[in-house]
């Protein structure tokens, strides 16, 4: 493992575990499948769905452990990862990202909150969660990444493929649209 890198940061630990240590994958997967599961959910708007790339995501994960260099965050790594899935699933589904069907995400509301959400209450989750389903795709998707998982523009940038200031655009679009949708409970 190279010097510079901390051996209990996520990319310490996915070198270690690259190098055979078991324990270091644990942590890994502690520390990401919520928020993960969570962003799979949400962009696909079906548990089954979310569920069957997470299983993907994973497997993919064990699969290229071997190659993996810290080039940028593991979580830019794991989400760059899960994106790919996303894209390849809605290939599969032969749906358009705009045409995913989100009625599962009202009844999420009460069957998986968020810690956030719950502290804003069940009804201002509810709406919040709506809201969320009527953002276009890639403004949803940019605005989780961002505030979810804590990327930086240019770390969404990268792992979409589209340019810094079009996300900047998307993240920007997507809380004017979520700040107008919530009105009374902001």
């Known amino acids: 493992m190279p010097t510079d890198i901390d051996p209990h940061s996520d990319e310490g630990l996915m ?29 696909t708007g079906s548990d089954a769905a979310g ?31 899960a994106h790919r899935r996303l894209i390849d699933w809605h290939r599969r589904e032969k749906r358009h990202r705009w045409d995913s069907d989100l009625g599962e995400i009202e009844a999420m509301a009460d069957r998986c909150p968020t810690p956030d959400l719950l502290a804003a209450g069940r009804q201002a989750g509810a709406r919040l969660l ?7 795709p890639e403004q949803r998707e940019a605005f989780l990444l961002k505030e979810e998982h804590a990327l930086g523009l240019a770390e969404i940038a990268q792992l979409t493929g589209a340019a810094a200031e079009t996300v900047k655009s998307r993240v920007r679009y997507a809380l004017a649209k979520l700040k107008a949708c919530m009105g009374d409970l902001l």
């Open 15 to 43: 070198l270690a575990w690259r190098d055979g240590d078991t324990a270091a994958f644990d942590a890994l997967y502690a520390r990401h499948r919520l928020r993960l599961y969570r962003f799979l959910v949400r962009e």
């Open 51 to 81: 569920d069957e790339l997470f299983q993907e995501v994973w497997l993919t994960v064990i699969r290229q452990r071997g190659a993996y260099q810290p080039w940028a965050r593991f979580s830019t790594w794991l989400l760059e990862t």
């Open 130 to 136: 709506d809201c969320l389903g009527t953002l276009p």
